[in-house]
């Protein structure tokens, strides 16, 4: 192939290290910024509400192209026709870039009104005219990343995503530093015009890829087997039928993160906070707790990305039975992701707000309520892949817009009332109401009764153990009396350590799991050495 494959769980292996990366340099800026004075929870707040509607509109505009692309392209190679799987690529990245231009003029000339009338936060406009000319290389990038992925090649995006955020990371530092001394709102702005400058150079490193590749791939155009050629106006009709639902659970997504800057900044100030204590106690979300939160979200949601394809090639070679296999044991590993980061971030949330936050530490409490929402979302994002690769398209969007209708009714009725808390919780409720009727439509479709105590108990007993490993040491460390950051890393470590013996000891994972694992022969010993402990 011109375009490498990667086999399912090299694929999954690839985006999960190039999403830690990406996560590492993230937090690394949003702590330097968070860290400024000048710029702390405030500038966050201009800075998250901001991207809120950035990421709707991309989500409108560029959210369901990669997963559509993906799973159109790797059911033509299933079939052997590379020249229809091309001709996808091509058709899509005419029309989604004319989509894409049409939007980024909207936004940006539009920045003004949406900021004043609708946000009612003047001082976001300059963070949304910093980022309109981002969406247009945002749905360019998505194109060819489906495309790649529709291959079974996740190494490039994987690789342009992590570039992208290296230099996110950077220019953001470089231009809030340039722009100290200004006000928070036009630092906002700068650090958000960074990711244009990021979201342009992972674009541009994804077509140098495809054009060196590209006498390769006609070579083998031409080579393939002879199929009909499909009309462009078919292959547009087929393209929007597919963005349309799967773009719609993307669209909820941010609309739910929409109605929380709206509905929160509103409820803050009638609860009695002027405009700059608002901004200030939604920074904490936005700035500090979401981030927090997002790192098992970014982990996991390599399932997600390698399930579409995956699934879509069984389902279209009639191999039914595999698929409910890779599903059943992504869900499984999610679980053994989500509920210990839970646990973590619960246990050590004041710990990790003074480690990473210390000229701005409030927050801790959101962060411990709100940190409930992993375990759902983390799954959520399992069962979503799953769905789209079976063609249920409209079913996590739906279950979503449930989910966001109970929380803008509970945030309009108790912000007001009971001030930044309600948020944090209401985050919790939309995401359980969305990942249990996700589930139980999944196993309803595929007629398959979910081993519960496989999925989930196991796992939920082996985050027990762990928890009480952090407890115990909560309660030594108050003799000892260790500097926070020594025990904060310490307990972190300590707390992987008791988790991974317990995974193995109890058999969260079986050895046929195991070996599905990259370097699965490797990680087989070492599980039989810990089953002795």
């Not at 910024?33 to 707040?45: I, K, V, Y």
Request: charge should be positive; aromatic fraction near 12%.
């Amino acid at each position: 192939m011109a375009i490498k494959k990667q086999s399912f769980m090299n694929g999954v292996l690839v985006i999960m290290v190039s999403q830690i990366l990406i996560k590492v340099f993230g937090f690394i800026y949003r702590i330097v910024l968070t860290n400024f004075p000048q710029f702390a929870d405030e500038g966050n707040s201009y800075y998250g509400s901001g991207y809120q509607v950035y990421t709707l509109i991309l989500a409108i505009a560029t959210m369901g192209i990669p997963n559509t692309i993906s799973k159109l392209v790797s059911e033509k190679m299933a079939l052997g026709d590379k020249r229809g799987a091309h001709k996808i690529f091509r058709t899509a990245m005419a029309l989604f870039t004319i989509i894409a231009i049409g939007f980024a003029v909207t936004l940006f000339f539009g920045a003004d009104f949406i900021a004043t009338k609708i946000l009612v936060n003047p001082g976001v406009q300059y963070t949304l005219m910093a980022l309109a000319p981002a969406i247009i290389f945002v749905a360019m990038s998505a194109v060819l990343r489906g495309y790649f992925v529709g291959m079974q090649n996740m190494m490039e995006y994987s690789k342009a995503q992590v570039i992208e955020q290296i230099v996110n990371s950077v220019f953001s530092i470089i231009f809030v530093v340039m722009l100290l001394g200004s006000t928070p709102e036009i630092m906002a702005a700068g650090s958000t015009l960074a990711t244009t400058v990021a979201a342009s150079t992972a674009f541009f490193y994804m077509l140098t890829y495809y054009n060196k590749n590209k006498k390769e791939i006609w070579e083998e155009i031409k080579n393939s087997e002879k199929f009909a050629e499909t009309p462009t106006k078919k292959i547009i009709k087929k393209l929007i039928s597919y963005v349309i639902p799967i773009s719609f659970g993307s669209v909820v997504v941010a609309l739910s993160g929409v109605i929380d800057v709206v509905t929160v900044m509103s409820g803050l100030q009638e609860f009695g906070y002027d405009l700059q204590m608002a901004n200030e106690k939604f920074g904490i979300l936005l700035g500090k707790v979401d981030i927090l939160n997002a790192v098992p979200l970014s982990i996991n949601v390599a399932f997600s990305v390698a399930l579409v394809p995956f699934i879509s090639s069984a389902m279209a070679k009639g191999q039914k039975d595999e698929a409910v296999k890779k599903i059943n044991f992504s869900l499984k590993v999610s679980s053994l992701i989500a509920l210990p980061c839970t646990a973590g971030l619960f246990m050590l949330a004041g710990n990790i707000f003074a480690l990473i936050f210390p000229n701005a530490p409030e927050g801790a409490l959101l962060l411990q309520i709100q940190c409930f929402m992993i375990v759902f979302a983390v799954i959520a994002q399992t069962l979503y892949g799953s769905l789209q690769g079976l063609g249920k398209l409209f079913v996590p969007g739906t279950c979503l817009v449930i989910g966001a209708v109970v929380k803008y009714i509970l945030n309009v009725v108790l912000v007001p009332k009971y001030g930044e808390i309600i948020p944090a919780i209401t985050t919790v409720i939309y995401n359980a109401i969305a990942c249990t009727l996700s589930f139980i439509i999944l196993f309803r479709y595929l007629k398959e009764k979910p081993n519960i105590y496989k999925l989930f108990v196991k796992p939920l007993i082996c985050t027990l153990i762990m928890t009480f490993a952090l407890f115990l040491m909560s309660k030594l460390n108050v003799y000892i009396g260790l500097p926070n950051t020594i025990y904060t890393i310490s307990a972190i470590i300590i707390a992987i350590i008791v988790y991974v013996i317990a995974v193995f000891r109890l058999g969260a994972l079986d050895e046929n799991e195991v070996l599905q694992l990259p370097y699965g022969n490797k990680i087989c010993k070492i599980a039989k050495k810990l089953k002795k402990i």
